[in-house]
């Protein structure tokens, strides 16, 4: 089992930025991609970001390339999603997610792909 826990969300103007954070226990973080997913009021849960088991590969939402940038530190068991640019469609529960990779590359987008979730936070961002 991976515990995920994320922080970090709340209430922004557009414009402003929020750094989100997902810290992981259970088993060993370096063997997992991970993820950021969020879900909008009232539509399906989307991908936003992942990032390979080391860190070396990326991949990002159309929607937010160029604004957010995530990382990860696998000595601290932690995933950070760097928000910035933000606008009022960014409004959902962002996710972070653990999805287990036998090899150290490659990041996925399907949320059926990864295996553990976060409970969610909240970010709203107001006009």
């Known amino acids: 089992q991976v515990q995920l826990v994320e922080s970090g969300g709340g209430l922004v103007q557009a414009g402003g930025s929020l750094r989100l954070s997902c810290a992981a226990s259970g088993r060993t973080f370096s063997d997992y991609g991970m993820g950021w997913f969020r879900q909008p009021p009232g539509k399906e849960r989307e991908f936003v970001a992942g990032i390979s088991r080391a860190g070396f590969s990326t991949r990002y939402a159309d929607s937010v390339k160029g604004r957010f940038t995530i990382s990860r530190d696998n000595a601290k068991n932690t995933v950070d999603l760097q928000m910035n640019s933000l606008k009022p469609e960014d409004t959902a529960v962002y996710y972070c997610?653990?999805?287990?990779?036998?090899?150290?590359?490659?990041?996925?987008?399907?949320?059926?792909?990864?295996?553990?979730w976060g409970q969610g936070t909240q970010v709203t961002v107001s006009s």
């Open positions: 997610a653990a999805d287990y990779r036998p090899l150290p590359v490659g990041v996925t987008t399907a949320p059926s792909s990864y295996d553990y």
